[in-house]
């Protein structure tokens, strides 16, 4: 299997767990941006200080990819940047994504590690 900035995952094939951080789940609305391009909507799955997880449909994602993410996070506006470090293409128009975090402007890092403390998985 070929590892370049191209290569996609396939929903068949296995993720390794290798987060630093636990993830919160969420559902929201989030808008990304690619480098050059304007916003994008996308739907939040999971979340934490150190990424997040999100569907995006009808957009070409690759890995390496740098995007800026905003979403909220409790009553706070996040605006964070990242490099993809997966995706999942499910079938031709929507694609499971992993951002790694570069840089979370102002307090979100602080935000974020506040409520990964706070939460309780079900």
Same mark, same amino acid.
């Given at each position: 299997?070929?590892?370049?900035?191209?290569?996609?995952?396939?929903?068949?094939?296995?993720?390794?767990?290798?987060?630093?951080?636990?993830?919160?789940? &969420?559902?929201?609305?989030?808008?990304?941006?690619?480098?050059?391009?304007?916003?994008?909507?996308?739907?939040?799955?999971?979340?934490?200080?150190?990424?997040?997880?999100?569907?995006?449909?009808?957009?070409?994602?690759?890995?390496?990819?740098?995007? &800026?993410? &905003?979403?909220?996070?409790?009553?706070?506006?996040?605006?964070?940047?990242?490099?993809?470090?997966?995706?999942?293409?499910?079938?031709?128009?929507? &694609?499971?994504?992993?951002?790694?975090?570069?840089?979370?402007?102002?307090?979100?890092?602080?935000?974020?590690?506040?409520?990964?403390?706070?939460?309780?998985?079900?």
């Amino acid at each position: 299997m070929a590892n370049d900035s191209t290569h996609r995952v396939s929903a068949d094939e296995p993720r390794r767990e290798r987060r630093k951080y636990p993830r919160i789940p &969420t559902d929201q609305v989030l808008t990304i941006a690619p480098e050059g391009r304007g916003g994008l909507p996308a739907r939040g799955r999971d979340l934490g200080p150190g990424g997040i997880q999100f569907q995006v449909v009808g957009c070409e994602i690759a890995l390496g990819d740098v995007l &800026t993410v &905003t979403f909220q996070a409790g009553d706070d506006c996040i605006v964070a940047s990242g490099r993809v470090v997966w995706a999942i293409e499910h079938d031709a128009w929507s &694609t499971d994504v992993g951002l790694e975090f570069d840089r979370i402007e102002g307090e979100g890092l602080a935000v974020l590690e506040a409520m990964t403390r706070a939460y309780e998985p079900a």
